[in-house]
């Protein structure tokens, strides 16, 4: 959330009341009645000020249980809640690619499932993964046109809910984008992403499931190959009359300018899962949509939280590895410390796996070479990615030229050269 969030009572869309307030806190606590609301304090706002598929709303809520009134005991929750966006094309976008009911989704089916997976699978001795999410409080989902609400009474208008724990309240900080994560920071969200990564792999290994067929809402290659085009076809020119005015990127700009006939083809290719490896994938994971906690602990598994899974996708686990190494940290991290994190994250998923009696190198054939292969075809999908987006690098002298490395580094390693792509 953002620091500079202004206090309000209500969304202009939505009040806030203290009825679905308590209804919330009820259905949170399990209990029918018994609790007496005594302030709530509303705040607009979303992550770094900007988010496009969601408006968002803070909320803090102080209460009592009726058992306790006069003792001088309080309760306080924090919450998040994500709404469609009020903005027309933002609203159409979102509704049309359905990244609310997929974010939702992951909620309520996805993370109820790995849960109840690793609790059957890995015995008790071994430990437990914690999967660092925030906690879902509430959902609803109604497709567009459809005025249908469940119990929690809310404007017909309001076609989707989420209401999640505000992570802030808990210690969690958002990153810096301009100055990009820390090594820490980077090897906190390998650890988290991992485990997501490996329950996934471990639910369709041990239980023989078709994973796509298991969560047709999952962000499907077709669609999304779709939606990812879009926004390159957008971005590509800001690319190129930025680099246009730079000295000594004419190389770049040349192999760019052989790649962007074939966007669609190298999007939809590399989005394929390569099997047996297919797994659940976040599918924009860089710095914005992480959280971490204020004093990192290389010890614990949740020093970073996950946030907007609304392109949850079966894809490539190295995927999420791509876009978070080239988009979230500095030049000098990516390039020092690649392999280390590589390792970092195989050595993570194959001892994850092995306490669900998975082993990817004996059993799968996943071995560290071939993870770093896949890798490298990540790459050039993850550059697509920034180049949708590459207005939030544009404007950002530090934001910039950690792309400008990267389209450098990748030109000097052929990765623009398509080889093996296609």
């Known amino acids: 959330m953002s620091d500079t969030e202004e206090d309000s009572t209500c969304s202009d869309s939505w009040p806030i009341t203290e009825d679905w307030l308590m209804e919330v806190l009820k259905k949170h606590h399990e209990v029918r009645s018994g609790i007496k609301i005594t302030d709530f304090k509303v705040k607009q706002g979303c992550q770094d000020g900007v988010n496009n598929l969601s408006d968002i709303l803070s909320v803090s809520v102080v209460y009592d249980f009726e058992r306790d009134v006069g003792s001088g005991v309080q309760q306080s929750l924090d919450i998040v809640i994500k709404l469609l966006p009020q903005d027309p094309f933002s609203r159409y976008f979102v509704t049309e690619a359905q990244f609310d009911l997929r974010e939702i989704k992951f909620y309520t ?106 969560y047709p809402f999952l962000f499907q290659t077709t669609r999304a190959t779709e939606s990812y085009q879009q926004l390159v076809e957008q971005g590509m020119p800001q690319l190129t009359k930025f680099l246009e005015q730079k000295d000594g990127f004419e190389n770049e700009l040349k192999a760019l300018s052989k790649i962007r006939p074939k966007t669609k083809l190298l999007i939809e290719t590399l989005l394929q899962p390569i099997e047996p490896m297919g797994l659940i994938t976040h599918t924009d994971f860089w710095c914005n949509n992480l959280l971490f906690r204020s004093e990192p602990d290389d010890e614990r ?85 920034c180049i949708g987006s590459v207005d939030i690098a544009i404007g950002n002298p530090t934001a910039e030229q950690r792309l400008l490395d990267v389209l450098r580094d990748f030109y000097e390693e052929g990765i623009l050269s398509l080889e093996g792509y296609i």
């Not at 998975?358 to 292969?373: F, H, Q």
């Not at 490298?376 to 697509?384: G, I, N, P």
């Open 109 to 214: 089916s996805i993370l109820p499932d790995l849960m109840a997976f690793q609790e059957q699978y890995i015995p008790k001795e071994l430990g437990s993964m914690v999967i660092s999410v925030p906690t879902c409080f509430y959902t609803q989902y109604a497709p567009v046109g459809n005025s249908t609400t469940t119990s929690l009474s809310s404007p017909d208008s309001t076609e989707s809910i989420l209401v999640l724990e505000d992570m802030r309240s808990l210690g969690y900080k958002g990153a810096n984008f301009t100055s990009g994560l820390s090594l820490g920071q980077t090897e906190a969200a390998i650890r988290s992403i991992v485990t997501i990564h490996a329950l996934s792999l471990g639910l369709k290994i041990k239980k023989k499931v078709d994973l796509n067929e298991k």
């Open 301 to 385: 598994t949740d020093s970073c939280t996950i946030l907007d899974w609304q392109m949850v996708t079966y894809s490539r686990p190295t995927n999420d590895l791509a876009l978070l190494l080239i988009s979230s940290i500095p030049s000098n991290t990516r390039r020092q410390h690649t392999s280390r994190l590589l390792d970092l994250y195989y050595g993570a998923l194959k001892s994850y796996c092995l306490k669900m009696d998975v082993d990817i190198e004996a059993d799968l054939g996943y071995s560290r070479n071939k993870m770093e292969c896949e890798y490298r075809q990540s790459l050039l999908l993850a550059l697509l990615l």
